[in-house]
């Protein structure tokens, strides 16, 4: 089931009761602070799914804010975060760079492993997919870059066969379909499907502390 087009103009939704604008929402983001506080003991860090597109500006802005914050947490082990990349906007074209972009994600993702190096590897093939959304490259240079990030031939040749072949188009649809089971309108969205909880900044606080499970609950 796809999202209804009619929410393409919603973003981050911060509570059951309201949604904000994409205006709004850049807003929240930005006055929820930068996570780099807390100092407090971590308890138990949350498992949590980001949803992102990566055409949406407004997941740009959030990893631009957020993004090296997260990816320091899980490198560290202090959070356990899955990121769900969907294609909210492209609403399933294939040709969309909402949909193209998240397979190349995916096929990264696939080939190269949970290991700390693979985790970078991928963190800055994610920074690099939101600075080409504007300029929306083909195929051909999504295999290129993947393929310069790749450790070695073999893995770049097994992603760029990947992406060719749209291979990912099943995690795609996973993450979408989770999306609309989890009742979530808008990306970015973050999530905690053990507690049923949406990441809001008004009333969770600082993302750092809530991640990692230092906050009260």
Known sequence: MRTDPSRLGACLTLAAVATLTLTGCAEAIRSSGSGSGADSAATTAREVQIFEDFACPHCAAFHDHYGGMVHGLVSGGAAEVDYRIVDFLGRGDPESWSTRAATSYYCMEEALGDSDAATGTLHGFQTWLFEQAPAQPDDEALVAQAGEMAP???????????????????????????????????VP???SPAEGTLYNPEEHGDLKVWLTGSGAR
């Open 152 to 186: 070695d031939a073999g893995t770049a040749d097994q992603i760029g066969q990947c992406i060719t072949a749209d291979g990912t188009a099943g995690r795609i649809e996973s993450a979408m379909s989770d999306f609309t089971d989890f009742g979530l309108r808008g």
């Open 189 to 191: 969205s973050v999530y």
